[in-house]
């Protein structure tokens, strides 16, 4: 009996051994395969999207002259619609962008006005702020429109990093001459990403912080843009709610909708 019961237990506890090295070797082999840096730029690029969202933020413009502070409520589908209204003050209330496609409309209460935006304004300033009408809705993908790959993994202000260089492709409609994303390696969130001309000078630097959970996400609760030649101004915005994967309708990314 006594037999019995000690080869049962050696083998029981062979294989809780061999359990425990195959959970190992596979946690390791985990940690073995890095993103691409094409997955590291979409992640970047998809941080507050998904097959769907709705969320609310604050956005807080600061200029030499003037600072004002904007709450919108923002839904997207996919990679190709997005939706930002504004919900105050009451001046700009109703004020949305649209994008559906390859088009991108305005809508502007007070004259109940709808604009279409030609691609020229894309690199123009949403409502006065350090954003462009892209940033906004992000017509542009880093992945899609220029050539990139891994130039840097190691220590950077004390934690382990990784940067991804891109280059534009000569077809694509960006103004951007190189632009340069650094993320933690632990879990590819991104601590900023720096803009440069046509002549690879800097012209303007996003960062990402206050990491929190956000619709069941770990995301960067904080957004920031700040121009190189005007360092004192900055476009901050503070994104206080998130959802991700929520009903809408398919309709819903319409002339309509932009003008509710």
């Known amino acids: 009996m006594m037999t019995l019961i000690k080869i049962f237990l050696k083998t029981l506890f062979l294989s809780f051994s061999v359990s425990v090295l195959l959970l190992n070797h596979s946690l390791l082999h985990a940690q073995e395969q890095p993103l691409t840096p094409k997955q590291i730029l979409d992640k970047v690029d998809d941080l ?3 097959q769907s969202s709705h969320g ?3 956005m807080t413009v600061a200029t030499a002259h003037w600072k004002r502070s904007l709450s919108l409520e923002m839904w997207s ?3 190709e619609k997005s939706l930002v209204r504004i919900l105050a003050p009451k001046k700009e209330k109703g004020t949305a962008t649209l994008r559906s496609g390859n088009d991108i409309w305005n809508y502007l209460p007070k004259v109940k006005r709808v604009i279409k935006l030609p691609s020229s304004m894309m690199a123009a300033s949403w409502m006065g702020s350090h954003f462009t ?6 017509e542009s993908r ?3 429109d220029y050539t990139f790959e891994i130039t840097f993994i190691g220590e ?3 934690e382990e990093i990784v940067e991804v260089t891109c280059y534009p492709k000569p077809e ?3 103004v951007w001459g190189k632009v340069l994303v650094r993320a933690r390696m632990k879990n590819y969130l991104p601590l900023f990403v720096k803009y440069f001309d046509e002549d690879l000078r800097l012209a303007r630097t996003m960062t990402f912080s206050q990491v929190a959970e956000l619709g069941g ?8 843009m700040v121009p190189e030649e005007k360092p004192e101004e900055s476009t901050i915005i503070h994104y206080e709610k998130m959802d991700f994967d929520i009903g809408l309708e398919n309709d819903f990314f319409s002339l309509r909708t932009l003008q509710r």
Request: hydrophobic share 55%; no cysteine.
């Open 142 to 144: 880093m992945a899609d």
């Open 217 to 224: 996400r770990l995301i960067p609760a904080m957004v920031t």
């Open 56 to 58: 609310l933020a604050t």
């Open 48 to 50: 507050f999207r998904s």
């Open 172 to 174: 694509a409609a960006v």
């Open 77 to 79: 589908a996919g990679k």
């Open 156 to 158: 950077g202000a004390g």
């Open 133 to 138: 009408n892209d940033d906004l809705v992000k």
